[in-house]
């Protein structure tokens, strides 16, 4: 059963040295537990995609076309009052840096019984869900109390995905939630996530830039590159039939222990995409570019059951 429906959405940042074409018309569909990783470089688009989904681009960027249907309601058409509502309760993010999310001059009690009575919570209960969530997430009663800054960089983003989940969302985006702390942490917070997907049942758009964690932890990878969707399909489907050059010089880029040769990293960089490269968005980087990849924009096909592939070498 799907619980989000993005249809071609379109979002452009009007800054003043020109406009940034961050995503251009992307389309898919994220069902009921499902954890689907957007994988990308650095400029792909996935962070905006990802504040799209919540309807919370920041100036000067603007949501130009789509829909993001939440069981049944596209939220870029909900008013300013019902989206407050929304997020949180049926749709909330976890940021890379738990900063983003927590107060450093208020308690954590505080700030999580403000969030809590903000969306309709009374006091009393909100204390009994404070306590059960932070219980959920593997932290002591006493980080209640604390200040952010007398937390450890783990604990904090703990604290960050409690009050993401307090509400029972449906769909929780992560954007990088590991990307700032050390590896064994990294792997604990990886596992929280994981095990918040089997008990809540929630479905969970997991950011980053690594494609081996989104292939060892995803059911579903999504590599975007220059705003656009450049290969989708299962985990499994895709780590046996890679297809995309892109995705395959993402995959050859990664270091692996048991193997003697060097990793081989892409050529080039991601375009600026005040000025994205006519046809095929990847066409200046890739060693398989034909004369129509620099001016025919490859459509997204079907290769496989559930695999699609933007490129020019398929169909
Ligand atoms: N607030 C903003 N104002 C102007 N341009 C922006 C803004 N945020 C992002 N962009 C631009 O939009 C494009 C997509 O950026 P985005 O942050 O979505 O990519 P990303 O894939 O999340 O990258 P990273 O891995 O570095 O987080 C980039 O060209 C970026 O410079
Ligand atoms: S469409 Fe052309 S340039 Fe783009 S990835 Fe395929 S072969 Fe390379
Ligand atoms: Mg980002």
């Given at each position: 059963m799907e619980v989000l429906t993005v249809n071609d959405l379109w979002v452009k940042y009007y800054t003043i040295s020109g406009i940034v074409s961050a995503v251009s018309g992307v389309s898919f569909k994220l069902r009921k537990s499902e954890m689907l990783a957007i994988v990308g470089e650095s400029g792909s688009g996935k962070s905006t995609l990802g504040l799209a989904l919540l309807n919370m681009v920041p100036k000067p960027g603007r949501i130009e076309r789509g829909e993001v249907i939440l069981d049944g309601v596209n939220i870029l058409k909900s008013s300013p009052r019902e989206i407050m509502k929304i997020r949180g309760s049926r749709i909330s993010m976890v940021f890379q840096d738990p900063f983003t999310t927590l107060d450093p001059l208020r308690k954590i009690v505080d700030q999580f019984e403000e969030f809590l009575i903000e969306h309709g919570v009374d006091k009393t209960r909100a204390r009994s869900i404070i306590k059960e969530y932070l219980e959920a997430v593997g932290l002591p009663e006493r980080v209640m109390y604390s200040y952010p800054h007398q937390l450890s960089g783990g604990q904090k983003q703990r604290v960050s995905i409690a009050m993401a989940i307090a509400l029972n969302p449906q769909v929780v985006v992560a954007d990088e939630p590991t990307t700032a702390l050390d590896v064994i942490v990294q792997k604990q917070i990886m596992d929280l996530v994981d095990s918040i997907k089997e008990k809540y049942k929630s479905s969970i758009v997991l950011i980053t830039h690594d494609l081996a964690l989104a292939l060892e932890r995803a059911d579903t990878v999504m590599v975007m590159y220059g705003g656009n969707i450049m290969e989708y399909a299962g985990k499994t489907e895709l780590y046996g039939n890679m297809k995309h050059p892109y995705t395959r010089g993402l995959f050859e880029a990664l270091p692996r222990i048991l193997q003697k040769t060097l990793p081989k990293s892409l050529p080039g960089n991601p375009p600026d995409l005040r000025y994205p490269p006519p046809g095929c968005v990847f066409h200046p980087r890739c060693e398989f570019a034909m004369e129509k990849c620099k001016s025919e924009k490859p459509p997204l096909i079907?290769?496989?059951?559930d695999h699609i592939v933007a490129c020019h070498l398929y169909g």
């Open positions: 079907e290769v496989s059951k």
